[in-house]
């Protein structure tokens, strides 16, 4: 289902006004009709990101109940909307959402009402603590739809481990390299035991954040979840991420005595494989998100192991490098 409701498109209009959203517009979308029993409408609720392939802006990896979601939609007249649907390069997704907020915020200005006023300077300081991120992830602050505790996540999850990703992919296909690091002999043994050490923290910060923090963030059952602790677990979840994929880069672009090679060898993809763990929380949360009202109970079990027969493999290798040094 990519199409808006009928009820999402009555309410684009009416938080429109019933006003195009393109500024340099800002036409009147609905009026009297020559049969006095009817009125005229020349407004229509528009997809940000398009709703099928081929479309304008259509970002292939939302799922179809994202694109027909209120967030995903803005009012415009027919004409604007042709126009900004012909040239997505003219008229990309950030700008559109930049046309809907500010129009939103004009129109609740002009209703004139001080508690109106009041509530959008609310939500514009709230707003300023998600400066950094999409414009996408501040809509669903703004119209705050079915499920936007776990919306907001995977969306912020998706924009800060999208780099992370790209960065973990180019290492893996040797696309770039970084300065080498000579590794002595007597180095060596106090390299390992930082570099395990380090590994272990990292895993263990991920998973209180992603079986505790996040969780938490969300609200108990029946109650709103926080916005600010949201981001905050998903910039950590970022950040450890990014240090897991830092620690592959130490391994792999360090310069160790050859005694100590088989055990570089073991250790490569140690980090990376907890990495591509983490990309699965967002996707996770995509599928169940497919469903316009998600419900019932779901689960994750995300497990940050090593892979079989590495303990033993790594010991080995280590001790066979100690009777050589």
Known sequence: MEDFTRQTVDVL?????????????S?????????????????EAAHIFGARPGSARFDESMTDATRSNITNGIWL???????????????????LFEWRRTHEEQVAQDLGRT?????????????????????LAQQIIIDKPDAWEYRL???????????????????????????????????????????????????????????????????EPGQPGSELEILRACTLIAQATQRLLDWEERVRFSHLPEAFEAVQVELINVAGNQIDKIFEIPRWLSEI???????????????????????????KAIASASKRM
């Open 27 to 43: 036409a009147i979308t609905s009026g009297p009709a020559s049969d006095e029993s009817k009125a005229l409408n020349v407004g």
């Open 115 to 135: 508690g109106s006023r009041l509530r959008q300077k609310v939500l514009d300081r709230k707003l300023e603590q998600f400066s950094n991120c999409s414009y």
């Open 77 to 95: 007249c027919r004409n604007c909307h042709k126009v900004v649907d012909a040239d997505s390069q003219k008229y990309p997704a950030d700008l």
């Open 153 to 219: 996540t995977a969306e912020l999850l998706k924009s800060e481990l999208e780099p992370i990703r790209f960065k973990w992919h180019a290492l893996q296909s040797e696309l770039y390299a970084l300065p080498v690091t000579q590794i002595s002999k007597d180095q060596c043994a106090e390299w390992l035991r930082m570099i395990l050490r380090d590994a272990s923290l990292q895993v263990h910060a991920l998973g209180l954040l992603v079986n505790k923090a996040i969780i938490k963030a969300w609200g």
């Open 289 to 315: 998100l497919n469903d316009a009202k998600p419900s019932g109970t779901h689960s994750l079990t995300i497990t940050f192991d090593l892979p079989t027969g590495w303990v033993e493999r790594t010991t």
């Open 13 to 25: 209009a009416k938080r429109s006004a019933n006003t195009c959203a393109n500024p340099d517009c």
